[in-house]
């Protein structure tokens, strides 16, 4: 037996007992006749006391060779501290170490093993296995834990089963690349790893499965950010037997169930909201509620603004603003350096309007020259604006504009401390466009894939007006992200066969992608639909963090690199004829 305690659980009620404890050197302080260690473990840290006259001299003498991260076992007595750490889950006691084993030396880590770290992202990301010892990241890696416990017992308690679906499957388009594995015994041909496991728990419904869900890693190749990996791991459920309703009351409980758990927060609702009103208010389809500034149109949607000789505005297909509340007092070098952000090539705005109402019920504008104040007096009251209040305006291309917009909004909000991470504002976003149309391929495509159903009233338009199809499709958005999206899906075959003509597959092709789920359809499918949860996400924002990285134990950098292991990497030219690959 290593250890009889760890290092997080000795307090008063230990004085006087001989204890075992193990863990790693945090800190060790020599003061000549007597040698302080702090020893840390997953749970804790627990001081140790080497003295002089009352340890053995060999224990002694090892005491003072100790290194940062040496592993070692101690045994001794609990003894109440004289100086006692307020601060420390154990500071009322340390152990008097009458035996000491050396485990493992160490090398001197490259960076301090300390909660404020002095080690960059990039040397950390390369000794991972250290980075994992610091709290931040072992608490984020535990946290991710009691989320991934709490989906389990909520999903389980209603009668969902989880069920593995398999890692090497047949490459399906489903809107990102796939990240594709050669086979050696099938000479020329790939598997592709799973962007979801979607037609496999379409299939298990098919099976009477009913109720099925995994906490499944996906993959898709595609270009990284902070809250995006190569390979991420969702809640993936589905469910037979049910319509929309059924399936948000399903993950709203289970939305709740992890609020109230995991933060001990009671959300009163999760307000509703269409993807056409999100996009028109909001300018993104995941909107961040916690806080107001919703678009005001100056212009009205299909108006045309009174020519007043400025451009910027007579020529724009929309004129919409923001009330910034409380914010007239911003000065001329904020309001240039807002400019200056909106023109950013990631926002790409040609320029900012402003409006000042002043506290003494004037209003001044960047405009002045081009409208007058009873102009700038009818904007305000568009807006709700009142004496203090800053209006911020973009012009253009509609859903240039939207999205710009958007951008600032966030923008103002973050720098007004308006995100705050400890409330939560989780919404549904509905009725989203069944399809949208590409410019550069002249089709359409699946807006979420190519199975989610179209609402039922909407059918008939499949062949007349596709583009004003609705998706019988629903995301959870929380504080500003989207944590989940899914759909009822098409469970009839001919059905489904339109739906690959309309995008554009001829029945051979769909035969060949989607053959296996097509003929399963023709063996009674039942009516289902599902939902899957960003775990990675989900647990970030339920953290209080922008990005998933600390909630991932070995996570890639930005460029898809694992730089600890050093993968991707070449692999050797046996490896390569085995597999029936020649690289140019």
Sequence with gaps: MYRSHNCGELNTSHINQEVTIAGWVQKSRDKGFMVWVDLRDRYGITQLIFDEQRTDKTVFEKAKSLGREFVIQVKGTVIEREAKNKNMATGDIEILVTEMTLLNAALTPPFTIEDETDGGEDIRMKYRYL??????????????????????????DLDFCEVETPYLIKSTPEGARDFVVPSRMNAGQFYALPQSPQTFKQLLMVGGMDKYFQIVKCFRDEDLRADRQPEFTQIDCEMA???????????????????????????????????????????????????????CPLIPEGGTFE?????????????????????????????????????????????????????????????????????????????????????LILS??????????????????????????????PLWVVDFPLLEWDEDSNRFHAMHHPFTSPKPEDIKLLETEPGKVRANAYDMVLNGNEIGGGSIRIHDKELQSKMFSLLGFTPEQAEEQFGFLMNAFQFGAPPHGGLAFGLDRLVAILGGQETIRDFIAFPKNNSGRDVMIDAPSVIDGSQLNELHIKLK
Excluded at 140 to 150: I, T
Excluded at 244 to 272: M, S
Excluded at 333 to 362: F, H, M
Aim: positive net charge.
């Design 131 to 156: 980075d994992i010892r610091r709290n931040p990241v072992k608490n984020s890696l535990l946290f991710r834990h009691k989320v991934a416990m709490e989906v389990r017992k909520y999903l389980s």
């Design 241 to 295: 037997f049910v319509e929309q309703e059924d399936i948000l009351n399903v993950f709203e409980g289970l939305t709740r169930h992890l609020l109230k758990e995991i933060k001990g927060i009671d959300v009163a609702e999760f307000p509703r909201m269409t993807y056409d009103y999100a996009m028109k208010t909001y300018g993104n389809d995941k909107p961040d509620i916690r806080f107001d500034m919703r678009f």
């Design 307 to 391: 020519p007043k000789g400025f451009p910027v505005f007579d020529d724009s297909e929309i004129v919409l603003a923001i009330n910034v509340e409380g914010c007239a007092n911003f000065t001329r070098k904020q309001l240039d350096e807002l400019t200056d952000w909106v023109k950013r090539p990631q926002v790409g705005a040609k320029g900012l309007v402003y409006v000042r109402y002043n506290e003494d019920g004037t209003l001044k504008s960047s405009v002045d020259k081009f409208f007058n104040e009873a102009v700038l007096k009818t904007w305000a009251e568009k807006c709700n604006a009142k004496s203090g209040d800053l209006l």
């Design 396 to 425: 253009g291309e509609t859903n240039k504009t939207r999205t710009q917009l958007s951008a600032l909004r966030m923008e103002m909000a973050t720098r007004l401390g308006l995100r705050k991470p400890e409330v939560f504002a």
